[in-house]
């Protein structure tokens, strides 16, 4: 599973609005095969089935939401994990992937898809991708999102670019807006992409701070008292 733009965006809004290890996700989104062949599609990358407040646009024969963009569909899986408890309070807890994936495999998330209590098949999904060795790795936060998607196989999404949670965060966690730069090299990007206005922000500020020095000055020569 190459990651995409839309899936990168998804994985970051997500681990930032409900604190999961982004490499959590990952591998959720690949065990739960929404683009595989038959798969529900249509941006449910964690295979969510209608219910009342989720943003979905439509529903597919399998009786799955479907979302009009990337972003209704951040919004939903939000509401849903955080109106839940284990996976929400496991994720606070800032636990290794094992104890994570254990939580979600006991959460009633699943239909048998993860291989019973501590998702065995999940966890070789997980290790697939990030080796076995990581599944006792220390929590990877929010924050190293972007880089996750970045390297995550053979799929690259470093230009998924900023990506602004809005509501999904704020109405569905209770968490600010948070807009979250994803690399470094996003900005390197964004400063080369808008010159222009980083030219004009320092000539402002240069005219700024001449203007200060010139009224300083003519302060300092009326403070100036003449002598006879």
Do not use: C
């Not at 602004?164 to 948070?178: E, N, Q």
């Not at 701070?209 to 009326?222: D, N, P, S």
């Amino acid at each position: 599973m190459a990651l995409d733009t839309d899936t990168a965006r998804f994985v970051v809004g997500v681990s930032t609005a409900t604190g999961i290890d982004p490499r959590v996700l990952v591998a959720w989104v690949k065990q739960e095969g929404a683009y595989a062949k038959g798969g529900t599609g249509h941006f449910n990358y964690l295979n969510l089935r209608p219910q009342a407040g989720d943003k979905y646009s439509s529903v597919s024969q399998g009786n799955f939401e479907q979302y009009a963009s990337v972003n209704d569909a951040i919004y939903s899986t939000v509401r849903r994990i955080n109106s839940g408890k284990i996976i929400k309070s496991t994720a606070q807890a800032k636990p290794t992937p094992r104890e994570q994936i254990k939580a979600i495999s006991v959460s009633g998330w699943d239909a048998a898809g993860y291989g019973g209590t501590g998702g065995p098949k999940l966890l070789n999904t997980f290790s697939s991708i990030f080796t076995s060795k990581g599944l006792d790795d220390a929590y990877v936060s929010p924050a190293s999102a972007g880089a996750v998607t970045s390297t995550a196989e053979t799929g690259s999404a470093s230009d998924a670019g900023s990506y602004d949670i809005g509501d999904a965060a704020h109405d569905a966690s209770g968490l600010p807006v948070i807009k979250q730069l994803l690399s470094v090299g996003d900005l390197i990007g964004w400063l080369f992409g808008n010159w222009d206005r980083v030219l004009l922000v320092m000539g402002g500020g240069i005219i700024a701070i001449l203007g200060i020095v010139f009224l300083a000055k003519q302060q300092a020569m009326k403070a100036v008292v003449p002598t006879k």
